[in-house]
């Protein structure tokens, strides 16, 4: 497949998946409670992919990935300025389900809807050839990503676990490095796993900067 093929291919792509709107016209379970507005960003040249979970209630409101605190902080783990971050020919952001999914009984976000992944991803990684490294924040994510690349991982890994073991991913193929969620709500597990911060991160900001430079 020639460059600019791929790229046609994947312009039109993203255009059908930011049309979507299975969730609200045939969803699996629940109807989603919102107007959809699927957010990612992706081209044929990206190095790094961020595979995140869906977006959060600010970045439905924005239509830009990660633009909220957890957004800063993942810049901050990353070791990349806001500028770099957004340089779409350089970092795709894929998260697992495409739209904000609304919120729990306790105000929390739902899972991503499956219905992304099941219509979607599987034709859009096959556009995405030079990927070289997958940050891949939290479960979903991993669970996708490590099967998609032929390094599924046992069931039942604590978070820990999984994070843990980045060092060990490596070999054919693009590195994934999985990662916690960088929102607020994992302040208490950043804080009970300080080998993550010693350990992980330079791990992160090493990775990135060869897969972007």
Known sequence: MTDSLSTSELAALTARI???RICVE???KATLPHEPRPVLRAS??????????????????????FNDASGDRLRQWMGVSRETFYDEAKIAIIPMGFCFPGHDANKGDLPPR???REAWHDALFQLLPRLECVLAIGRYAQA?????LGRPQPKGLRLDEIVRRAPDFRGAGPRIIALPH???RNAG?????????????????AEVARAIG
Not at 47 to 63: C, E, K, M
Not at 144 to 148: D, G, L, N, P
């Open 114 to 116: 499956p219905e992304c």
């Open 18 to 20: 930011r049309a979507c």
């Open 26 to 28: 045939a969803p699996r």
């Open 189 to 205: 597990w950043i804080k009970r796993n300080p080998w993550f911060e010693a350990e992980i991160l330079p791990l992160v900001r």
């Open 144 to 148: 996708y990503h490590f099967e998609r």
């Open 182 to 184: 960088p929102s607020w």
């Open 44 to 65: 044929a040249t990206a190095r790094l992919l961020v595979a995140s979970q869906a977006p959060g209630v600010r970045v439905h409101a924005t239509g830009l990935s």
